[in-house]
C-alpha cells in the first residue's frame, strides 16, 4: 500500500530556486571599498567611534571596580589586570589586522598575536573557573579550554592553506 506523492511545481518556483543556489555560491562578506588598508584609512566615515569608546570605557570602569572589591588581594589585582591588558592588546591586534593588506607578513604576524591573546585569555578564565570547581569538573573545563585553543590553532593556521 504505498502510494507515490508527486509534488508540481511552477516553473517561477523553480527558476527562482535555481537563483537561490546561484546566490549560495557567492561570498557572504564583500570587500571593503576604500584606501586598502593603509594606516591613516578611516572605515568610520570620519565619525568618532562611540560604540568602540563605551565598550571600552565599560571595561576599564569594570576592571577598575574589580580591582577596588579585590581589597589589595594581589592575586585578584594580578589576574584583573591581565585580563585587561590581554583584551585592550587584542582589540588592537584586530584592529591592526582589519587594516593590513591581505597575504601581508604583518597580517600573518598579527594572526598569531590574536591567537596568542586569545590562548592566553582561555587560559586565564579556565585556571580561575577550574579553581572554584570539583576535580572531575576542573578536568573538564580544562579540557574544554585547550580543546578551542587547539580549534584556533587549526582555524587559523591549518584550515584553508593551500600546500
Known amino acids: 500500500m504505498h502510494q507515490s506523492i508527486t509534488l508540481a511545481m511552477p516553473s517561477a518556483a523553480a527558476s527562482e530556486l535555481k537563483q537561490d543556489a546561484c546566490v549560495a555560491r557567492q561570498p ?18 570620519g565619525r568618532f567611534p562611540w560604540l568602540a569608546a563605551a565598550g571600552f570605557g565599560y571595561l576599564t570602569f569594570s576592571s577598575g571596580m574589580a580591582v577596588y572589591r579585590s581589597h589589595g588581594d594581589p592575586g585578584a589585582v594580578a589576574f584583573v589586570a591581565f585580563a585587561y591588558l590581554d583584551l ?3 582589540f588592537c591586534c584586530l584592529r591592526r589586522y582589519e587594516r593590513a593588506e591581505p597575504g601581508s607578513t604583518a ?3 598579527l594572526k598569531l598575536a590574536v591567537w596568542l591573546l586569545t590562548a592566553a585569555l582561555t587560559l ?7 579553581a ?30 593551500k600546500t
Open 28 to 45: 557572504l562578506l564583500l570587500p571593503q571599498q576604500g584606501g586598502g588598508g593603509q594606516p591613516g584609512d578611516d572605515d568610520n566615515g
Open 88 to 90: 585592550v592588546l587584542l
Open 107 to 109: 597580517r600573518d604576524r
Open 124 to 130: 586565564l578564565f579556565s585556571y580561575k573557573v577550574a
Open 132 to 161: 572554584v570547581m570539583p576535580a572531575a569538573a576542573a578536568a573538564l573545563v580544562w579540557a574544554m579550554g585547550l580543546t578551542t585553543i587547539a580549534g584556533g590553532f587549526a582555524a587559523f593556521f591549518c584550515v584553508g592553506k
